[in-house]
């Protein structure tokens, strides 16, 4: 595992850095939710002229995904700032299942995670509801 396994918490300003790294994604999927919100709205007003009921089925398909879409931003929206939250409190970095620290890697790349690799593939192996 290496030499992070002796280490509890993260210092100030490794949090500072997973901050930044959080509050990016925070930035950039909040403009995206945005981006949805306002192509979702695009959708409202021209679907009133449509009168072909193929081209209809098709918008509705459509606005459907992108509603699929925005839904899964506001999912992963308040996983960042819980996150955010975590890092307030303390407890950012401790894996749930284990107390463990997650590793920094996992923690650059889904900075929301809050079970290390191990802890999830075990839950996803006996059946449990998989979590970041």
């Known amino acids: 595992m290496g030499n992070h396994s002796d280490k509890k918490f ?14 990016t994604k925070l930035d950039d999927a909040r403009n995206e939710h945005k981006r949805l919100a306002n ?7 021209s679907s009133a002229d449509s009168i072909n009921f193929t081209e209809f089925g098709n918008e509705s398909r ?14 992963f929206i308040d996983k960042l700032e819980k996150a955010l939250i975590r ?11 284990t107390g463990e620290l997650i590793p920094a890697e996992r923690l650059r790349v889904v900075p929301h ?20």
């Open 87 to 97: 890092i307030e409190n303390g407890s950012y970095g401790i894996c749930r299942v």
């Open 113 to 132: 995670a809050t079970t290390t690799v191990q802890a999830k593939l075990k839950q996803n192996k006996n059946g449990q509801k998989p979590n970041r």
């Open 10 to 23: 993260y210092s100030k300003a490794e949090l500072e850095e997973f901050r930044g790294i959080i509050n």
């Open 39 to 45: 192509s979702l709205k695009e959708f409202s007003s």
């Open 62 to 75: 459509e606005k459907e995904q992108v509603e699929i879409l925005m839904a899964r931003q506001a999912k």
